[in-house]
């Protein structure tokens, strides 16, 4: 199972909105809705953002929303801030019953 | 409050062996899967496999099958990966993370804080 597609970097001046494409296939992405997203910043553990596509976890700023289309999912922040200077990983899997989960290539997000 | 501990930074030569550690609390640990992840240095994230500490399955991801064994014991809720035949490119750092199942799908809720394993030829 290959890696799902991210654009390497995405930049935004704060308080813009950006979005974040992540394409797969109709095996992962593409199947109903197991795509996660993933924040990391430098030199920490990754932080869970947004499930099933588009619902965020307690304590996640609102600034943060999912979506789908077909076999490409994505993450817009709007409201950039300077904290959200981070990479982020989107992450789907085939199967609940394998759990083979795969991950995007990740994107840098830069705040100019 | 939901928190996996993992153990510290290791360093080793190619060919010795190492087991790190993934300590879950604040949740019943038997019932969850745990996964593991690679990173190696500025690179993005791998998945490597994951086990049910309840019965101890496990699935690996094919690239590392036979490479590493993931392992768990749930009556101290820790969870194991170990090598028994370091390599130079398993220098990395490995996170564990708690797998959530909702009604819809399941995902990564909770890491642990990673551990750093350096290995010199």
């Known amino acids: 199972q290959s890696a799902l597609t991210q654009p390497a970097s995405v930049s935004g001046s704060p308080g813009q909105s950006i979005t974040i494409s992540c394409t797969g296939t109709?095996?992962?992405?593409?199947?109903?809705?197991?795509v996660s997203w993933y924040q990391q910043h430098p030199g920490k553990a990754p932080k869970l953002i947004i499930y099933?596509?588009?619902t965020r976890p307690s304590g996640v700023s609102i600034r943060f929303s999912g979506s789908k289309s077909g076999n490409t999912a994505s993450l817009t922040i709007s409201g950039l801030q300077a904290e959200d200077e981070a990479d982020y990983y989107c992450?789907?899997?085939?199967?609940?019953?394998?759990?083979?989960?795969?991950f995007g290539t990740g994107t840098k997000v830069s705040v100019l | 409050e939901v928190q996996l501990v993992q153990s510290g930074a290791e360093v080793k030569k190619a060919g010795e062996s190492l087991k790190i550690s993934c300590k879950g609390s604040?949740?019943?640990?038997?019932?969850?899967?745990i996964g593991w992840v690679r990173q190696m240095p500025g690179k993005g994230l791998e998945w490597m496999g994951t086990?049910?500490?309840?019965?101890?399955?496990?699935k690996y991801r094919p690239s590392f099958e036979g490479q590493v064994t993931i392992s768990a014991d749930k009556s101290i809720s820790t969870a194991y990966l170990q090598w028994s035949s370091l390599k130079v490119s398993d220098t990395a750092t490995y996170y564990c993370?708690?797998?959530?199942?909702?009604?819809?799908?399941?995902?990564?809720?909770?890491w642990g804080q990673g551990t750093l394993v350096t290995v010199s030829p």
């Open positions: 099933d596509v588009s």
């Open positions: 109709s095996g992962d992405v593409g199947g109903l809705s197991y």
């Open positions: 086990i049910f500490p309840f019965d101890s399955d496990t």
């Open positions: 992450s789907s899997y085939t199967s609940s019953t394998i759990l083979d989960y795969v």
């Open positions: 604040g949740y019943i640990f038997a019932n969850y899967w």
């Open positions: 993370a708690r797998i959530h199942c909702s009604s819809t799908s399941c995902y990564l809720d909770n």
